[in-house]
């Protein structure tokens, strides 16, 4: 029988949606604590196969999720381009920035990224042959939006403000830096899938910052040209966006890209999204990671109330964005049970 994961994202309404969550393998896991420890940095975790395998099955053996997601950054492209990357304890990432054409100049071309990224792709492999038979196995990057943020800024900003300033102010590099992330994005993802990734999915966390115009030039427009792209060289491999926050931009998004779903905030109701985004295909979403937090009838509330407002089409179950650290793993198993027994 066809994962259900793949049967949601090819149009089928199901019983019971199934089930995965952004950021599964994570911080809010003991074990993962460990093989993080073991590692001894973030990104010697993400660049050591065995190990980043070895987290992103650590939540398929403690919940049975329905698919597990490649464990990795969404900032290891920009570093395989040649963008300086460390992480500041506490913090969060760093870069070296691009504001100026020389910056631009000295970055890799998209054909040249592979050698860089060959452990991810390495991980894909292993988790292709360790992964239980019925568990779906989805490859990711960042969108090329949310990515150029962080390399413009050098790191993560509340506003984007750096990135919208570059837009206004030198066009000709913006669009310049959008073109060899979408492009570098089209090869990696694509890697991922020779690899054994069975869907993609495009994570476009910062989407909701751009308005009108911007959001058609800057989400929508690069999302559909990685979209065909890849359906061009893997017909078959479905594809999940993510414009986060998007408001009433998701209505169409799907229709307007070729994603196969479109997976959305908890900004949205489920209702509203059932009636105005899911009608156009499969949805993902959108429980808020907060009930992960503090858990009780709420949570169960929430849950039952997400499933049946998509009952009517394909949906796959999911948080609104990633599970936070100070998650209590008790609360994960409260909402799977929740979902299966809704």
């Known amino acids: 029988m066809t994962k259900t994961i793949l049967r949601a994202l090819a149009g089928e309404t199901l019983p019971t949606p199934p089930i995965w969550m952004m950021r599964q393998a994570g911080r809010y896991l003991p074990e993962y604590r460990a093989t993080r420890a073991m590692a001894g940095d973030f990104l010697s975790l993400c660049y050591t196969p065995d190990l980043a395998a070895e987290v992103t099955l650590q939540p398929i053996r403690r919940y049975g999720f329905d698919a597990a997601i490649l464990f990795a950054d969404i900032l290891l492209l920009p570093q395989a381009l040649g963008a300086d990357l460390w992480f500041v304890t506490g913090e969060g990432p760093r870069l070296s920035t691009i504001n100026r054409q020389a910056e631009f100049d000295a970055l890799k071309g998209a054909d040249d990224i592979h050698d860089h990224l060959a452990p991810v792709y390495e991980t894909v492999s292993i988790l292709s042959r360790e992964l239980p038979k019925e568990t779906t196995l989805i490859g990711f990057a960042g969108a090329p939006w949310t990515v150029a943020t962080y390399m413009i800024a050098g790191r993560g900003t509340p506003d984007q403000a750096p990135a919208h300033a570059l837009k206004a102010e030198n066009q000709a590099l913006f669009a310049a830096l959008i073109d060899r992330i979408t492009d570098g994005t089209i090869e990696y993802l694509s890697k991922q899938i020779e690899a054994g990734a069975e869907v993609v999915k495009l994570f476009d966390s910062w989407a909701g910052s751009l308005r009108g115009q911007d ?72 429980m808020a990671p907060g009930h992960m937090v503090t858990g009780g009838q709420a949570l169960v509330d929430e849950a039952r109330a997400i499933v049946e407002a998509f009952r009517g089409g394909p949906h796959i179950f999911n948080l609104g964005h990633g599970i936070t650290p100070d998650a209590d793993p008790e609360n994960v198993a409260l909402m799977i049970e929740a979902v299966r027994n809704a």
């Open 215 to 286: 959001f058609d030039d800057f989400a929508l427009a690069p999302a559909k040209r990685i979209i065909a792209e890849l359906k061009t060289r893997h017909p078959g491999v479905p594809i999940i966006a993510f414009p986060r926050e998007a408001g009433d931009r998701y209505v169409g998004f799907a229709k307007a890209t070729g994603a196969d779903c479109v997976a959305l905030d908890n900004s949205v109701s489920a209702e509203w999204a059932a009636a105005n985004v899911q009608v156009d295909g499969c949805v993902q979403g959108n």
